[in-house]
C-alpha cells in the first residue's frame, strides 16, 4: 500500500483510494490535492489492502474502483455497508464503465455518487466532504 506524503497536519482528513492502476491513482491523488479539504491520500492496490488499511487508521473517504484484482468494489461497498463503523465512511465509485447491476449494488450499499473516471473530479469530493461534516454536526 502507498502513502503519499504531504505538508499538511496530521490531524486532517485521510482518502483512502482503492484502485489498482497506477495512472488511475496519480489521477485521483491530484484531485484530492486540488480539493478544500487538503486531505492526506493512502492509496490500496487490492480490496485487502483497503482492509489492512480501514483496520490500521482512520479514514474519512474512500475512492472505490469496481474491477479490483481481488474482487468487486460494488460487492465491497456493500460489505463496508454492513459494518456500524465503516458505513459512516463517504464512498464514492470511480469506474471506467459504470454498469446497471453497479449502479444498483452502490445504492443498496449507500454509496455517495457513482462516477465515470473521465468525469471525476473535485466538486465530488468537496460534496462528499460537506455532507460528511453535516451528518458529524447533526451527531454532536
Known amino acids: 500500500m502507498q502513502q503519499y506524503a504531504t505538508t499538511r497536519s496530521s490531524q486532517d482528513a485521510t482518502c483512502l483510494i482503492v484502485e489498482d492502476s497506477q495512472f488511475d491513482q496519480e489521477m485521483m491523488t491530484r484531485v484530492i490535492g486540488r480539493s478544500e479539504g487538503k486531505m492526506q491520500v493512502r492509496v490500496a492496490a487490492t480490496l485487502q489492502s483497503a482492509r489492512e488499511a480501514l483496520a490500521a487508521g482512520k479514514?474519512?473517504?474512500?475512492?472505490?474502483?469496481?474491477n479490483m484484482p481481488d474482487g468487486l468494489g460494488a460487492e465491497?461497498?456493500?460489505?463496508?455497508?454492513?459494518?456500524?463503523?465503516?458505513?459512516?465512511?463517504?464512498?464514492?465509485?470511480?469506474?471506467?464503465?459504470?454498469?446497471?447491476?453497479?449502479?444498483?449494488?452502490?445504492?443498496?450499499?449507500?454509496?455517495?455518487?457513482?462516477?465515470?473516471?473521465?468525469?471525476?473530479?473535485?466538486?465530488?469530493?468537496?460534496?462528499?466532504?460537506r455532507n460528511e461534516s453535516r451528518k458529524r454536526a447533526r451527531l454532536s
Not at 479514514?59 to 469496481?66: A, P, T, Y
Not at 464514492?92 to 445504492?107: Q, R
Not at 450499499?109 to 466538486?123: C, D, I, T
Open 76 to 129: 465491497f461497498a456493500l460489505e463496508l455497508s454492513l459494518d456500524p463503523k465503516l458505513s459512516r465512511i463517504p464512498v464514492i465509485m470511480v469506474s471506467d464503465w459504470p454498469t446497471p447491476f453497479m449502479w444498483e449494488k452502490a445504492a443498496s450499499a449507500g454509496v455517495l455518487f457513482v462516477v465515470n473516471k473521465a468525469e471525476f473530479g473535485v466538486r465530488y469530493v468537496e460534496q462528499a466532504m
Open 59 to 66: 479514514i474519512s473517504l474512500i475512492l472505490l474502483d469496481n
